[in-house]
């Protein structure tokens, strides 16, 4: 009887399109990729969700952004030093600039998701210029401008211009 069973087996595994470990390698693959694509889901549904601009919401949507995309760092240092300095200054200062903005921006994210609940920064103000990792592509001067906070007069707390 093993005999029989032996020799369906060795014919199964002999005509299976899979072999051993390539089943585990693929649902491993997929859960990967399920796990980054819901991660960079739930930073856009968060950091969008958020109308205020500085609000636990918003602190919680940077956070889980910069957590799960913070590798974006390297590209866009890469980008940026590259406009400031050429290419050459660009790709290989850029890269060691971007991998330390990359281990920043993993650390920061952490801090910011631990600490949504809690105004620190006071009044959830982002601790990081740009404020989420995609904003790195756009020119610096823009987005500097863009974000210029002053201090109202009424109640003396920081709104944007």
């Known amino acids: 009887m093993s005999t029989e069973n032996d020799a369906a087996l060795g014919l199964l595994a002999i005509h299976s399109p899979m072999r051993d470990g390539e089943s585990d390698q693929r649902s491993r693959i997929w859960r990967n990729v399920s796990i980054a694509f819901l991660t960079m889901l739930m930073g856009t549904l968060l950091s969008s969700a958020a109308s205020a ?15 799960g995309l913070g590798v974006m760092a390297i590209p866009g240092e890469i980008i940026a030093t590259t406009r400031e300095s050429g290419p050459a200054v660009g790709m ?40 989420f990792p995609w904003q790195r592509f756009t020119n610096r001067e823009e987005s500097r401008s863009a974000r210029k906070v002053r201090t109202a007069t009424a109640g003396g707390r920081r709104v944007q211009e």
């Open 92 to 131: 290989t200062w850029g890269l060691i600039k971007g991998t330390g903005m990359m281990v920043a921006t993993e650390v920061i994210g952490l801090f910011e998701v631990v600490t949504c609940p809690f105004a620190t920064p006071p009044d959830y103000t982002p601790i990081l210029d740009p404020e």
């Open 53 to 67: 601009e500085n609000s636990p919401a918003r602190k919680l949507g940077r956070g889980v952004a910069n957590l």
